[in-house]
């Protein structure tokens, strides 16, 4: 989820700073991960990080790093609309006060987008935590995601581990299910908007 709004977050940043042809290609770009199958991004993970010096078949890293490129579509689509719409007028008076822009982007830009930053990082967590295509070609036997831990128990035999892929099965859910409740509650004031 991090490293999804990180790189969501600065994509989105970038797109609302420029205009121009090679911006909406690399805004379509970002929505590359919604159009291509899963499964193709996590085999595409396994062909592209085989060898030196990205050699990161067998690193843990590798499940969030999938997990983050199909979340970041998301981030990007939901900051986007309100990073267009900060008024620039407010960083020039923040920079004519003699505001750094650091200073101006945490005291005029983060208060007015905080909410939707809490909204897409509670997406891009529920998208990643019920995320099985991609994952499920990369996770490592000893260290599995809920959804291919619940594969995983339902292509064995036994009463046993179909309880056990049921109960995992209702823990994905109610954990999705609170996220998203709480993304709701997060999103909307009384008036029904950001």
């Known amino acids: 989820t991090l490293i999804a709004l990180v790189v969501g977050g600065l994509a989105a940043a970038a797109l609302t700073r420029r205009a121009g042809r090679l911006i909406r290609g690399f805004d379509a770009l970002l929505m590359l991960p919604l159009g291509v199958s899963a499964v193709t991004v996590g085999f595409g993970f396994l062909i592209t990080l085989d060898e030196p010096p990205l050699d990161l078949r067998t690193s843990w890293i590798l499940v969030p790093l999938a997990q983050a490129l199909v979340g970041v579509p998301f981030v990007v689509r939901t900051m986007l609309p309100v990073l267009r719409a900060v008024d620039d007028r407010l960083r020039e008076a923040a920079a ?30 529920a998208v990643s935590l019920g995320e099985f295509g991609a994952t499920v070609f990369i996770a490592r036997p000893d260290n599995p995601t809920l959804p291919v831990a619940v594969a995983r128990l339902l292509g064995r035999s036994g009463e046993l581990n179909y309880g056990q892929a049921m109960a995992l099965s209702t823990i994905l859910m109610l954990v999705c299910a609170v996220s998203l409740l709480l993304l709701e509650r997060i999103r909307t004031d009384r008036s029904g908007e950001f």
Not at 100 to 120: F, T, Y
């Open 96 to 125: 004519v006060l003699g505001a750094s822009p650091l200073r101006a982007w945490r005291e005029v830009d983060l208060p007015l987008v905080r909410r939707a930053v809490l909204v897409a990082a509670g997406f891009a967590f």
